[in-house]
């Protein structure tokens, strides 16, 4: 059953700049998706749009059975409840720890009193202790998160947002900053989440090669159009030629060794 769809979407910052042009897909409950395509795509557009971060120009987002651009203020904070996000930088408050951070993610299940005085049960603070201690940060739950490496700050996005009980975590290349090591860990965890809780992930990539090894399906994005949805499988050097233009040699030799491991 499809989660999300979109519907001919499209979206221009200003007249001269078409960031998504009639993007239509859907995506299943449980799916990993990974979205390629070269710098300027429209990749972070597209994630930004599905939560209303941005508004779209055209077309329709569906969710879990409602219209994304008709929700009215209430709606939507109680639609973003359902969408987790993570980003690049972590957007994290540096001054605060681990599990003040962690439990931000509760934010939209509050009022705004509620919030601002960091009232919450017991029953979430015993579940962001226990989504702490699952993605192995149980030793750093009362450091700040100045004091984490990139890895380590990534994990906290990824509690903050399970805290929220998600139906989908959107991940805005969420490797991006991160060493080879950090990144293997913290893609290991977004497949895990996605696997073990049946969380939907939508994630932005670079590396075409951690898009092949870790997802369900791939959308290639090119110049606002997707011009690439098929299973790693599918992603052949042509249509990764098609995707990339001039810039996929480099990916295909990656695609190479795919095909000899
Ligand atoms: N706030 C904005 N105002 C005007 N144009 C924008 C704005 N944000 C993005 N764009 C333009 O929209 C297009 C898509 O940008 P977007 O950031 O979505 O691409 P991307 O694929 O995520 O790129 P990257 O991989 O470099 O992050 C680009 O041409 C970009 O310059």
């Known amino acids: 059953m499809a989660l999300l769809e979109l519907r001919n979407v499209t979206k221009c910052y200003n007249s001269a700049s078409t960031a998504l042009s009639d993007v239509s897909f859907s995506v299943r409950e449980g799916e990993f998706v990974s979205v390629i395509g070269p710098s300027g795509a429209g990749k972070s557009t597209m994630l930004r749009c599905i939560n209303r971060m941005i508004e779209v120009t055209g077309g329709e987002i569906y969710f879990d059975g409602v219209i994304v651009s008709k929700l009215n203020k209430r709606d939507l904070r109680k639609l973003r409840t359902k969408i987790g996000m993570i980003f690049q930088h972590y957007n994290l408050v540096d001054r605060l720890t681990v599990i003040e951070n962690v439990l931000h993610g509760r934010l939209g299940y509050k009022s705004t009193l509620a919030g601002v005085l960091g009232r919450y049960s017991q029953e979430e603070k015993g579940q962001a202790f226990r989504i702490i201690k699952f993605l192995g940060l149980n030793e750093q739950v009362y ?78 994005v090119n110049k606002g159009k997707v011009v690439f949805d098929g299973s790693p499988a599918e992603l052949t050097p042509e249509r990764i030629y098609d995707i990339y233009g001039s810039e996929s040699g480099d990916l295909i030799v990656d695609l190479g060794e795919r095909n000899a491991s």
């Open 143 to 220: 450091s700040r998160c100045d004091q984490l490496s990139g890895g380590q700050k990534q994990r906290v996005g990824i509690a903050r947002a399970l805290v929220q009980n998600p139906k989908m975590i959107l991940c805005d290349e969420p490797i991006a900053s991160l060493d080879p090591n950090a990144s293997k860990i913290i893609m290991d965890h977004l497949r895990n989440v996605s696997t073990g809780m049946g969380i939907t992930m939508i994630v932005n990539l670079h590396q075409v090669n951690v898009a092949l090894k870790y997802s369900d399906r791939i959308i290639g």
